[in-house]
């Protein structure tokens, strides 16, 4: 009994304090800076829209609403890196939290997958009309091998063979990845401009191609093609919870954390529904190209050609911005350091071979499922430590505390009962289960917490460290 009760042990707030402190300056930054930022045109790796997508995307935005106010509660009173994965060690134990950890895994990974694809057919576009047509992409050679067919819930092979510039910009954003995050973030930055710039263009460059017919129907999928299309594009969502996972690098976490939080939130719903708003109305949404949808649809639409080119390089630069913050690295690694290399090589991995909705709806039930157990462990820590200091707290006091949180669990699970696929939640059952076989064959024997004496005394946490202190005592006094 009491190792089971032992897996539930969580790792107190105070610990998560004092952990990395070498790693930042005396200002509470972080000596090297990792950034990551979501604007409209990532949703341009989703494919083609329907009218109703505009409503998906405020559905998700209410969903993200209520986790926000959750996130910004958490982040500021653990104010680490480490998002979902620290909150839930910190409230509902070491298993719960590696279980979120290795979920967490999968949602970077495949959500970078995905990006990577949508980045690949932008690239093509891109290339073509800079190239005057003189450069065109075999399909065989970028495009997947296997497609989603929703009517027999089944893959269907598509006659090609490999997603070759998906592949290739995976690994070679890795690369860049690995050789330093100082260097990330100065690109990260400069792309995050160039598609804000690009982003706003279109909204107000592709009205004058609109045409509001082309909103009729507004709703062919119905209410539930409104609810699937809120789950696929969730993951687009994921830029605030990635605020989350830096709140050691900001100078005042408690302050900004909240702010960051909900700030990004806002502004990408904003945007999100104008660009949805105007491409829905370039042309009707059976018409609008899979492939790099916003600069063909300009083009479509009578637009100029050199629009649509810029229109590419922004959507590449936006797309190039959400895949470098991948999984494949937070930092500079340590020597014969090889975990960023496998994920990085299996995120290239995937996107070469799975088709984009795939990818992207196994994002979004990762995703949602990180949220879930955030706003669990809001609801925990009211109980448990109700007078700890929160610099943030969601709104109406106590009864808010428990209030948001229940109602971002229930809107989670709504929308992942009534958007999500049978099939989706299996994989994604499948890929924790694996978690679970490694964290009892490894994790569970190695945890800093269940087996300190394995661990050097410097790299454990407080509570630990004092506990082991005590343990020695006494078989000291014992001697």
């Known amino acids: 009994m009491e190792t089971f009760l032992s897996l539930f042990r969580p790792k107190p707030v105070g610990d998560w304090e004092s952990d990395d402190s070498d790693e930042y300056d005396g200002h509470g930054a972080a000596k090297g800076t990792y950034r990551k930022a979501l604007t409209a045109f990532d949703l341009t790796a989703l494919g083609s829209p329907a009218p109703a997508v505009v409503i998906s995307y405020l559905v998700s935005g209410v969903v993200c609403a209520l986790s926000a106010l959750c996130y910004a509660e958490l982040a500021a009173m653990i104010p680490v890196s480490g998002s979902a994965y620290s909150y839930t060690y910190a409230t509902l134990g070491e298993f719960v939290a590696w279980m979120i950890g290795w979920d967490l895994i999968l949602e970077y990974m495949v959500g970078a997958a995905s990006v990577a694809v949508g980045w690949a057919g932008y ?43 998906a592949f290739a910009g995976t690994i070679l954003l890795t690369v860049i990845l690995a050789s330093g995050v100082k260097l990330t973030a100065i690109v990260v930055n400069v792309l995050v401009v160039v598609k804000v710039i690009i982003t706003i263009m279109f909204i107000f460059g592709g009205i004058k191609y609109a045409n509001s017919a082309n909103y009729q129907p507004f709703t062919p999928y119905g209410g539930d093609g409104i ?218 024997w190695n945890s800093k917490l269940r087996h300190p004496e394995k661990w050097d005394p410097a790299d454990l946490p407080p509570s630990v460290t004092s506990r082991v202190d005590v343990v020695d005592g006494m078989k000291k006094g014992d001697a």
């Open 123 to 165: 690239l093509g576009f891109f290339l073509n009309e800079a190239s005057g047509g003189k450069i065109v992409f075999d399909k065989n050679l970028s495009d997947a091998p296997v497609a989603w067919d929703e009517a027999t819930s089944s893959f269907i092979t598509t006659g090609h063979s490999f997603n070759i510039p």
């Open 227 to 444: 609810f699937k299309g809120a789950v696929t594009v969730f993951f687009a969502y994921i830029g605030f919870d990635a605020v989350s996972t830096t709140a050691q690098e900001a100078q005042n976490p408690q302050r900004d954390m909240p702010i960051g939080i909900i700030g990004s939130l806002a502004v990408c719903t904003v945007l999100y529904v104008a660009v949805c708003l105007v491409l829905s109305a370039l042309l009707p949404y059976q018409d609008i190209p899979v492939d790099a949808p916003v600069a063909n649809s300009i083009v479509q639409a009578g637009g100029p050609a050199w629009f649509g080119t810029i229109l590419a390089l922004g959507a590449l630069a936006g797309l190039t911005s959400v895949m470098m913050p991948s999984p494949t690295s937070t930092q500079k690694p340590k020597p014969r350091s090889s975990p960023p290399l496998i994920t990085g090589a299996f995120t290239a991995v995937c996107a070469g071979l799975l088709p984009i909705d795939v990818l992207a709806n196994l994002t979004s039930i990762g995703t949602l499922l990180a949220f879930l157990v955030s706003a669990l462990a809001v609801i925990v820590l009211r109980i448990r430590e109700p007078h700890r200091e929160r610099p943030f707290r969601v709104p109406f006091g106590t009864v808010g505390g428990f209030l948001w949180p229940a109602l971002a669990i229930a809107s989670i699970i709504t929308l992942m009962v009534k958007g999500g696929t049978v099939e989706t939640v299996l994989r994604v059952l499948i890929w924790l289960a694996i978690g679970l076989v490694i964290y009892f064959t490894f994790g569970f």
